[in-house]
């Protein structure tokens, strides 16, 4: 066992253990099972489920993470004390991390879907995105969490940090699109919104899932138009490639950070 094993090992175990992620299990479960009692209509649960994940997972991701690497710090410099390369370091420390959180979602909303949904769900692809999507969103902004974190040393600053860039892209960007709309109403929008929509993954994932149960409605305007351009299953392959790069790029600078820092 080569050392990114035993240190993914070490973080996997202690982190199952974690009360937070033992709540954040039970919170989507009681949430999940709740909903099918009391509505019944799977699609109408789903739809409910969409938007509380979409501030819920990458909320928790945030906060998590960015105290996770606060909270490792003694763990990390005693660990870089060791040959033990730095890269294999940050691998473990962050799928150690992030890993058990994503699957406390998955875990927690997915044995009510099970359960529930077995004889009374149309279409198993809705279910299977939203998973899917909570996973994405658990990695994307515990990476961003991690970035954070790595380049700020004080605590409440990273804290801060994290929180306000949650808050921007969780409620701001849809009033900054709303503004963007009535300011520039004169002029051909679609296609520079379907640039800006890119630039948030709560949006895409926001977009991706509602145009697989074709409600319009609720997808804002970026999603209406990101529906209208791409359409069908183009849209969800376009959605899951941008949200995989959103996944991937944070990552790589909070590794190069990783790198780098002075601990």
Not at 123 to 128: E, L, T, Y
Not at 223 to 235: D, H, I, P, Q, R
Request: aromatic fraction near 14%; include cysteine; proline fraction near 4%.
């Amino acid at each position: 066992m080569d050392a990114l094993q035993k240190i993914l090992k070490f973080e996997w175990y202690d982190q199952i253990r974690n009360k937070w992620i033992i709540l954040y299990t039970a919170f989507f479960f009681v949430l999940t099972f709740g909903l099918f009692q009391l509505q019944g209509d799977a699609s109408r649960v789903f739809l409910t489920m969409t938007q509380i994940l979409l501030l819920i997972v990458p909320l928790v991701s945030m906060i998590f993470g960015a105290m996770h690497v606060y909270h490792s710090r003694e763990f990390i410099e005693i660990l870089l004390c060791q040959p033990i390369r730095r890269s294999k370091l940050f691998w473990g420390v962050y799928l150690g991390m992030a890993l058990p959180l994503a699957g406390g979602f998955v875990v927690g909303a997915g044995v009510p879907i099970l359960m529930f949904g077995y004889n009374s769900i149309p279409d198993w692809r809705i279910p299977v995105m939203l998973l899917g999507t909570g996973l994405l969103l658990t990695l994307i902004f515990s990476a961003l969490a991690f970035g954070i974190a790595m380049r700020t040393d004080d605590k409440l600053k990273g804290i801060g940090f994290a929180l306000g860039l949650w808050f921007a892209l969780a409620l701001l960007f849809d009033g900054m699109v709303l503004y963007i709309v009535y300011a520039f109403a004169d002029y051909p929008l679609e296609k520079p919104l379907i640039g800006i929509s890119m630039l948030n993954p709560i949006n895409i994932a926001r977009s991706m899932i509602l145009m697989k149960m074709d409600v319009a409605a609720m997808m804002g305007y970026t999603g209406a138009a990101f529906k209208k351009f791409f359409g069908g299953s183009l849209g969800v392959i376009v959605s899951l490639a941008a949200l995989v790069g959103w996944a991937v790029i944070p990552l790589f600078v909070a590794k190069r950070h990783f790198l780098k820092k002075d601990f």
